[in-house]
């Protein structure tokens, strides 16, 4: 079950689909910060380094999914908004324009809740009539990563559609009950941190375990501005791109509300407040330890962090997608004969073993 990436990023995505059973072919990443953490963690993936802009689609290899995160800071709530009007918002027509080229059996792409402002109401729309008038069944929701075994309040848009010839349309899985905390993914963590070195340089190798450091200088007045801290047996804040907003960890006490828009580490308390390492964003992300980030500063550690789909997220939706695909050949409801050199891997769909 051969599928592309286009903004793998770190590979969040892409761990949650191979976990699944497919298996990332091709992948592409322009930012050269991140190149060096998915090529070591993604050895037998292809991985193009060129802007997809510059990518011609015939040199893109044919594919049974396409998936990708196309870059959210246009539409972020925390940025300027700027949406479709931005050229890192109109990178979504290359994920358009790669899926009318290769014609996958299905697609998935993710983006910020920020999509869904009342300014975006007619680029969204126009994106969403892009994806059906590509030929594909569309299913569009906001879901929170929380509910999917991520201990994190972190909620983003999924658009997901399987090529129409295929009669399917996907329904998006139901969260579960029982949610994960902090306590259940950092607490053992806590003893053995470290500082990043001056000027927010890595510590390499003394990290006893990898990219365990956190990034250390002060806060800013909007940092201050609300509480930064989760309790153990809570969920994270979300955690985001930029190292400086990087939550504080839960043996802290929360910040004492002194004025409006302001708060105050407690006194006497001082020393417990450190934003949380590196590690335990990425724990806390659902990556697994195994998987190791290469960074000089830790600005880009944190960066790849926040900007991932979480893999246990992204692993209940390739999951879902997965038994769809076993049910077309299960109920051999449609010709698959568009991507012919892909029928045999098709037709192996019934032999995967699957540990779900």
């Known amino acids: 079950m051969n599928i592309i990436s286009l903004f793998s990023g770190a590979g969040g995505l892409d761990l949650g689909f191979e976990k699944a059973g497919f298996k990332t072919i091709w992948a592409n990443e322009y930012d050269k910060e991140i190149w060096e953490t998915f090529e070591k963690n993604f050895s037998n993936t292809i991985l193009d380094r060129r802007s997809i802009s510059k990518i011609p689609s015939d040199e893109i290899p044919e594919t049974l999914g396409l998936i990708g995160g196309p870059p959210c800071q246009s539409w972020s709530e925390a940025g300027k908004l700027r949406g479709i009007k931005d050229e ?29 402002a009342s300014k975006h109401s007619e680029a969204l729309e126009n994106i969403k009539n892009h994806f059906i008038n590509s030929g594909y069944n569309l299913s569009l929701k906001l879901l929170n990563a929380h509910d999917y075994k991520v201990p994190q309040t972190r909620k983003r848009i999924f658009f997901i559609g399987f090529r129409k010839d295929l009669n399917i ?68 804040f979300t955690i985001q791109a930029g190292g400086r907003h990087a939550p504080l960890h839960p043996q802290a006490p929360k910040m004492e509300l002194v004025e409006k828009d302001k708060r105050i580490f407690v006194k006497e308390c001082e020393e417990l407040y450190r934003r949380l390492s590196i590690r335990e964003c990425a724990r806390i992300q659902t990556f697994p330890d195994s998987h190791k ?34 049910g077309i050949y299960t109920n051999r409801a449609v010709k698959l004969t568009s991507l012919p050199t892909y029928v045999s891997e098709i037709k192996n769909i019934s032999n995967l073993v699957l540990d779900f």
């Not at 800013?220 to 801290?229: A, P």
């Not at 960074?295 to 038994?323: D, F, H, Q, T």
């Open 293 to 326: 980030f290469y960074y000089n500063n830790l600005s880009a550690g944190y960066k790849m962090v926040g900007n991932a789909v979480p893999p246990n997220l992204s692993y209940y939706l390739a999951k879902k997608i997965m038994e769809d695909l076993r």
């Open 169 to 236: 349309t996907f329904k998006f899985p139901k969260g579960f009950s029982k949610k994960n905390f902090l306590k259940d993914v950092i607490d053992d963590l806590k003893d053995n941190v470290i500082s990043a070195k001056y000027k927010n340089y890595t510590n390499l190798n003394d990290c006893k375990i990898a990219n365990h450091e956190y990034m250390t200088g002060g806060f800013s007045s909007m940092f201050m501005s609300r509480n930064r801290v989760r309790s153990w047996d809570e969920p994270s």
């Open 88 to 116: 890192r918002g109109q990178l979504f027509f290359e994920f358009i324009r790669v899926l009318r080229d290769k014609k996958p059996l299905f697609f998935l792409a993710e983006n910020v809740s920020g999509m869904l």
